[in-house]
């Protein structure tokens, strides 16, 4: 069978220890380009030219890497760097310890992974973490960003994140929800009756780097200050949708992603929109809310991993979801930290406790997250027990409601008042209260905000 690209790092590592000399170098950096071909960097004593075309011709056999060696084999040694000081420099500023590199061990062994998106996934953040400091978060001076995340579509992440932010309004808390699934925005029909079209998320990446201080975010902040939703002690909801899916929302969409690739932009221009969002709120804001998308896509990992304060992540009892889970919790372990990202799990569409299997089922979840987070997340020497709701890996259920399936809306416009009213009174209460309550639990603060606070 030939070599596959999941093999292509292990297999480098196997040829390259088989060498006579390669315990006499210094460093073995393998790089792995945008199309998964392999490069050699190494440093260290330099063998007989025989002996690299030796090498080679077995990294190029089929027994090697066949087709995925690029025979490129790269030399830094004391006469000066080759091919360049500028690439070496690179190379040795960016690469990471490879996962089977001992303590101690002669050569160190490097992997430098070379990427044109998911870079949000795959790489520590350039920018400091996160938005703003942690500690001014703790201490009620700068809002909580929040990342509400699913890798698989469908488990009603959307309805998670305006029932969540709507209950904290309710009990008097600044809150802003950002819908950052530009694919499949649903925001806007949460809360927005259909009318204008407005403005939003979309437009602010396209117009913002165009346009620069010519294009404010404040014109696509929409206040929901209606007594129905909010309550008697309520404060103003603020919303800032994707924007309109007219006829330029494809090309709209396809600028976006290009620009990232192109430019590795959208990171900042996110990090310029949430700190005008902050700014642009008069009496300013207790938590932001990332609505982001579905799935290993480069908004929803900006969102997680560079951007929020904590994520919420909804999971469903299935192999896939479970499979999804492991790589998004293990980059939220942050290992480059003192800390990995606060999480709350979720198990989305959970059965009721009195259908048959559904008490199984909430039981099996709760193991199998509790074994996810001490493979993948917990530090050694800081794994708790099962049974303890404060930590990440216990999971706040979220049964299936049918009634709640399909597009909910709060518009009164739309809706009426006595259909809305149901409908919040359902959206605020139990898991979602639970949730809001957590949240709060995080970042030391009470669910009824004083208005003094």
Not at 198 to 225: A, C, F, M, N
Not at 253 to 258: E, I, N, Q, Y
Not at 327 to 339: G, K, S, Y
Request: charged share 25%.
């Amino acid at each position: 069978m030939s070599i596959r690209f999941s093999q292509t790092l292990e297999r480098t590592y196997e040829v390259l220890r088989t060498r006579p000399w390669h315990a006499e170098l210094a460093a073995v950096t393998i790089v792995r380009d945008v199309r998964g071909q392999i490069h050699l960097f190494l440093e260290g004593r330099r063998p007989a030219e025989q002996q690299e075309l030796d090498l080679s011709q077995a990294l190029s056999a089929e027994q090697g890497l066949g087709p995925y060696w690029s025979a490129d084999l790269w030399w830094a040694d004391e006469q000066g760097d080759r091919p360049s000081s500028t690439l070496s420099s690179m190379i040795r500023d960016q690469r990471r310890s490879a996962p089977w590199q001992a303590d101690g061990a002669r050569p160190s062994w490097y992997v430098l992974e070379r990427h044109v998106a998911k870079q949000s996934w795959t790489e520590p953040p350039s920018e400091p973490l996160p938005l703003w400091p942690m500690d001014d978060v703790i201490a009620g001076a700068a809002p909580v960003v929040v990342a509400f995340f699913s890798f698989k579509g469908g488990l009603g992440r959307t309805t998670v994140t305006g029932a969540t932010g709507l209950t904290l309004a309710r009990y008097g808390h600044r809150v802003a929800l950002v819908d950052l699934d530009l694919e499949a925005p649903g925001l806007a029909s949460l809360f927005l009756a259909p009318k204008d079209e407005p403005t939003g998320v979309i437009d602010y990446l396209i117009e913002k780097p165009i346009q620069d201080k010519g294009w404010q975010l404040r014109e696509s902040i929409h206040s929901l200050p209606d007594p129905l939703l909010l309550g008697p002690r309520g404060a103003t909801l603020r919303l800032v949708p994707v924007g309109s899916v007219d006829a330029d929302y494809l090309e709209k969409l396809a600028r976006v992603d290009v620009q990232n690739i192109a430019e590795g932009s959208l990171g900042r221009i996110l990090r310029e929109l949430l700190l005008e969002l902050r700014s642009a709120l008069p009496g300013g804001v207790d938590f932001i809310f990332l609505d982001a998308r579905a799935g290993l896509h480069e908004l929803g990992g900006l969102a997680l991993c560079n951007l929020a304060h904590a994520g919420v992540v909804l999971g469903i009892d299935s192999a896939q979801s479970w499979a999804g889970l492991a790589l998004v919790v293990q980059r939220l372990a942050r290992p480059e930290q003192e800390a990995g990202l606060p999480i709350v799990m979720v198990h989305a569409f959970a059965p009721l406790v009195e259908q048959p299997g559904g008490e199984e089922e909430r039981r099996e979840f709760v193991e199998r997250s509790y074994d996810l987070f001490c493979e993948r997340y917990y530090r050694s020497g800081e794994v708790p027990d099962l049974i303890d709701s404060d930590q990440p890996h216990t999971p706040l259920v979220i049964a299936w409601q049918p009634e709640l399936r399909g597009e909910l809306s709060l518009s009164v416009e739309s809706q009426g008042q006595e259909k809305v009213k149901a409908l919040v009174q359902r959206l605020t209460a139990g898991p979602y209260l639970q949730l809001a309550e957590r949240l709060c639990m995080l970042f030391g603060r009470s669910l009824q905000r004083e208005r003094s606070q």
